[in-house]
């Protein structure tokens, strides 16, 4: 089913592509990508020959009835791997584990630093948890992955993907192994996951924004929240506003 959903993807959005020779024939590695659309955990598998697992909340897979057959379906063909994300601390250890189950199986991993999809297109700071420590306790070699112009094709919140030619920059692998077991080490993790998110930010052209894509989105929901509220007493104003006109008119 892989073959049959990557085909179609090509055929229909012809993604261009460079650094192919980046990706090893056989055995593990770590695929670390930017992150701009839902659409990223299928044309990066589309691509590729080998298969990609990424992960995916259990709940695309879980759902009853015929829709819910067919996505479990669909995410399965495309490479996802159901986690339990129940929880917050819960959700991290059961992704770095499912992750590291994946590498020391000899397959490619895939993974987002930033832990969400970018709200504006820019390159936010990478989260140390998962990458590094799948990387440091396997040892294999993180290749980073920039994808070019996916959100324009798939913004968030739409659901029929506009037709136009993404693109995929794949790097070089980077070398993690003289960390290796270091896992614990705080700083270590911070260090390697910047490593790789300067090498992302070179592949994108992106700008980066040195805070979290979560707190980012936490901030603009904030603001929008507030120039709703701000214009609903504009409004409310306005409306006592003529009110009071048309008393004095009456009068």
Do not use: C
Request: proline letters at 6%; glycine letters at 12%; zero cysteines.
């Amino acid at each position: 089913m892989k073959f049959s959903i990557g085909g179609s993807l090509k055929l229909a959005f012809r993604p261009w592509v460079e650094g192919l020779e980046n990706i090893p024939e056989r055995g593990p590695a770590i695929l670390a990508s930017n992150h701009l659309s839902f659409s990223d955990s299928f044309f990066l598998p589309a691509v590729l020959d080998r298969k990609v697992t990424f992960i995916a909340k259990a709940e695309y897979f879980t759902a009853p009835g015929v829709k819910g057959r067919l996505t479990a379906a669909f995410f399965k063909g495309v490479g996802q791997l159901p986690v339990d994300r129940s929880g917050a601390r819960g959700a991290g250890e059961a992704a770095i584990k499912a992750g590291i189950q994946v590498v020391e199986s000899g397959g490619l991993f895939g993974i987002y630093p930033e832990g969400t999809r970018s709200p504006d297109g820019r390159l936010y700071r990478g989260k140390p948890g998962g990458l590094a420590r799948v990387a440091l306790a396997t040892g294999a070699p993180v290749i980073p992955v920039a994808m070019i112009d996916t959100e324009k094709i798939q913004p968030p919140g739409q659901v029929v993907p506009k037709l136009m030619r993404p693109g995929i920059r794949i790097g070089k692998p980077l070398d993690f192994s003289r960390y290796q077991g270091m896992d614990g080490d705080r700083f270590i993790l911070r260090s390697v996951t910047d490593e790789v998110m300067y090498e992302i930010m070179k592949l994108s052209g992106q700008e980066y924004v040195d805070v979290y894509a979560t707190a980012a989105k936490r901030q603009i929901a904030d603001e929008a929240k507030a120039r709703a509220e701000e214009a609903k007493r504009d409004r409310k104003q306005a409306a006592a506003g003529n009110e009071n006109g048309t008393e004095r008119s009456d009068a």
